[in-house]
């Protein structure tokens, strides 16, 4: 078992719940396990392959093996996987309740979060709020970024725990994601 293995085992950005909090009730809205079964080939873990990321110097020097390997998780998944795990996401939306609510999500669940509403799909209500936090969204892909309907209330909470704590070029949303209202 590789470290990164090791490691998802106890903190997992590829599993996990979206919730949504309606008045003092929150449950789940959404579950996803992209939880990755194949190891990243040595290669793809050089730092050559990280320097156009963004990072500062001083990010650099904390860039670990396993967290090279979690970006690279996250850039893949965000190719393969964003478009179809968005629509399903788009779907519960629609189907949840019309009142005021506020839809929170971390990890991967962001970047469902961010390619749902960011897709021209997501059924137009005013009443949602969506809250995305310790998710490495600099690296959100820029190509998902369609189209975003009127209405809805984006809060990027900037800053991480666990891994994405040395990283906070990472947690800051680029503009193409401010802007896209």
């Known amino acids: ?40 080939e040595f290669q793809k873990t050089l730092m050559c392959h990280y320097q ?25 998944l965000a190719e393969e996987q964003l478009e179809e795990y968005g629509q399903s996401f788009c779907d519960r939306v629609h189907r949840s309740a019309d009142k005021k609510c506020t839809i929170k999500a971390d990890g991967f669940g962001a970047y469902i979060v961010l390619a749902a509403l960011h897709s021209g799909d997501m059924p137009e209500r005013s009443n949602i709020c969506f809250e995305v936090e310790n998710s490495p969204i600099s690296l959100f892909p820029k ?4 189209k975003r309907k009127p209405g809805f209330e984006l809060k990027v909470i900037e800053g991480g725990k666990d ?19």
């Not at 994405?164 to 800051?172: F, G, I």
Request: with cysteine; aromatic share 10%; glycine share 4%.
């Open 1 to 40: 078992m590789t470290d990164i293995k090791k490691t998802l085992k106890q903190a997992n950005p590829f599993k996990g719940k979206i919730q949504i909090k309606v008045g003092n009730q929150t449950r789940t809205l959404f579950a996803y396990d992209l939880t990755p079964k194949d190891d990243v």
């Open 52 to 76: 156009n990321i963004g990072l500062s110097s001083t990010e650099k020097q904390h860039l670990s093996s396993c967290d090279r390997e979690r970006i690279y998780y996250f850039l893949k």
């Open 143 to 146: 190509k998902l970024v369609k």
């Open 163 to 181: 891994w994405l704590e040395p990283y906070t070029s990472l947690t800051t949303a680029p503009r193409f994601l401010k802007t896209a209202a």
